[in-house]
């Protein structure tokens, strides 16, 4: 499969496997920020292909992992609501509330539907309106403009019974929060693909120069990963930070214009509370007040939440790369995907999830 096949080469992936072993003359340590990154990582084994040269770290990439408490107890606190149904993506209806989660709450009668887009979410409250449609927007920069796309159709549509709970995160402000943390182990970033896709890479450039970090773009096949890393670990040890591409066949400078400027007429940038992170400064997306009418947050009260994360479950220290996934006490025993704690084990890119599926083994867990 073209753009697939040349990029899992064995070959291709030993060359570059020897020659990031033969140039870095200690231990780099590096971190993937995307969720799909650290699947790939696992999947492939490159981790324990480069242990001796580089140390991988993972990070906050993974949307349901991050989407906050607050905003999984007001979703279930609408599905309760009558004449209220709330849709969302497959993975968001497992990750757990301070409660319960979403799939537990329509078990429990509570109105809740999947949908595989934000437009199915709008054809839905069209084909339904004796109800009020509230679509659970949750996912970075690469989900963002299909729910702008849809809020815009929404109002095209002139649908009433249609709102958004907004719960969009940006990647760049985690990044920042990362870098300046004092016990940051960070000394290099790969920069997520997609993210830099829609978003562009341009504003790294400042990133770079402020915290002396490379953010090299990388892809997600094993010799987009190898190729990301091998450039990370060049300029580390020629001492260099820079920006570079490595995704170039999906990745530009000013990334996607047009979903720019869609997301731009949509949205506007806020601070946003991330799950095990805390309150990220500019770390979201909510509607504009122009589309006031489509936020829920706006239309219906905030439910009084209690909102406090499982002390058990060390999802923030995961997120943050403070702990691999199988340092949790609870990894592969209380903690398996069937039976989550936490939103990481859950997601497709839930970091918990890529080792409890690759790497559980290697660690003695029963899988
Ligand atoms: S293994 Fe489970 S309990 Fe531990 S950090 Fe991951 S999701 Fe949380």
């Not at 140390?55 to 309760?80: K, N, S, W």
């Not at 149904?85 to 968001?92: A, N, R, W």
């Not at 319960?100 to 109105?111: I, K, P, W, Y």
């Not at 220290?317 to 996934?325: A, C, M, N, Q």
Request: with cysteine; aromatic share 8%.
């Amino acid at each position: 499969m073209k753009y697939v096949d040349e990029f899992r080469q064995p070959e291709a992936c030993q060359r570059l496997i020897q020659e990031i072993c033969h140039t870095a003359t200690r231990r780099w340590t590096l971190m993937e920020v995307c969720g799909g990154q650290t699947h790939g990582l696992l999947r492939y084994g490159i981790d324990t292909a480069l242990e001796s040269a580089v140390r991988l770290i993972h990070g906050p990439g993974c949307p349901v992992c991050v989407t906050p408490l607050e905003a999984i107890d007001m979703a279930i606190d609408l599905a309760q609501r009558p004449g209220v149904t709330v849709v969302s993506f497959g993975d968001m209806l497992r990750v757990p509330g301070s409660r319960e989660s979403l799939l537990e709450t329509r078990a429990n009668c509570g109105h809740v539907r999947i949908v595989y887009s934000p437009l199915d979410a709008v054809r839905f409250a069209r084909e339904h309106p004796d109800e009020h449609v509230v679509f659970f927007a949750v996912g970075f920069e690469t989900t963002a403009p299909a729910t702008a796309v849809a809020v815009r159709q929404a109002g095209e549509l002139a649908l009433e019974n249609f709102s958004m709970l907004v719960a969009h995160v940006r990647v760049q402000p985690a990044m920042e929060m990362l870098a300046a943390s004092r016990d940051s182990l960070v000394q290099g970033f790969l920069g997520a693909g997609h993210v830099c896709t829609v978003a562009g890479f341009d504003s790294y450039r400042s990133f770079v120069e402020k915290y002396r970090l490379p953010v090299v773009v990388t892809g997600f096949e094993p010799v987009d990963l190898l190729t990301g890393i091998l450039e990370c670990v060049r300029q580390l040890e020629q001492g260099r930070a820079e920006v570079v591409n490595c995704y170039g066949r999906s990745a530009a400078a000013a990334g996607n214009v047009e979903a720019l400027a869609i997301m731009d007429d949509v949205y506007e940038i806020c601070d946003r509370p991330w799950r095990g992170l805390g309150t990220i400064p500019g770390g979201g997306f909510r509607l504009r007040p122009k589309w006031a009418r489509f936020d829920a947050e706006r239309r219906f009260q905030r439910c009084e939440a209690s909102a406090r994360d499982s002390a058990e479950c060390r999802s923030g220290d995961v997120l943050t790369g403070r702990i691999k996934p199988t340092e949790c006490e609870h990894f592969g025993n209380r903690c398996t995907p069937e039976s989550p704690l936490g939103a990481p084990m859950v997601s497709a890119e839930g970091a918990c999830a890529a080792y409890y599926r690759y790497a559980a083994s290697r660690n003695g867990v029963k899988v």
